[in-house]
């Protein structure tokens, strides 16, 4: 019964070296799918932000529809071009204020507004 002895023994450090290696292996694949979960959660942020965008200015350009059709012939290019500088200067204003405050990284976590990246300044992505 020696020799059965041993190959009990070789058994269970083959079992064991095995069970190391799947533990490694899950290890990997969940630190793989944490990766995964992050980029897929920043796609569909960024996903949202455009749709989102893309739906403000179809609204303002039903809007300048709206109006145009609201006012006599002769005013419709003053309205037109009221709505488009609106819209040059939504876009400025997000483009100088509206990112900092909404997006950009403030020292504490737990502050109400960013505090950088205005004007996108130091904006590596």
């Known amino acids: 019964w020696a020799c059965c002895g041993v ?3 070789n058994a269970t450090a083959n079992e064991t070296a095995l069970l190391v290696d799947l533990t490694a292996q899950i290890a990997a694949f969940t630190a793989k799918m944490d990766t995964f979960k992050a980029d ?3 796609s569909m942020d960024t996903i949202w932000m455009l ?3 893309a739906l403000v200015f179809f609204m303002h350009a039903g809007f300048s529809l709206l109006e145009a059709g609201s006012v006599r012939k002769k005013n419709a290019q003053n ?3 009221k709505n488009l500088l609106v819209v040059t200067m939504g876009f400025l204003c997000w483009y100088f204020f509206g990112y900092g405050l909404a997006l950009g990284a403030a020292d504490s976590p737990g502050r109400f507004a960013g505090a950088a ?3 996108m300044t130091d ?3």
Do not use: C, H, Q, V
């Open 7 to 9: 190959a009990m023994a």
């Open 40 to 42: 897929k959660n920043e």
């Open 117 to 119: 990246n205005f004007a």
């Open 79 to 81: 309205i037109l071009a």
């Open 51 to 53: 749709l989102a965008s």
């Open 123 to 125: 904006f590596t992505g």
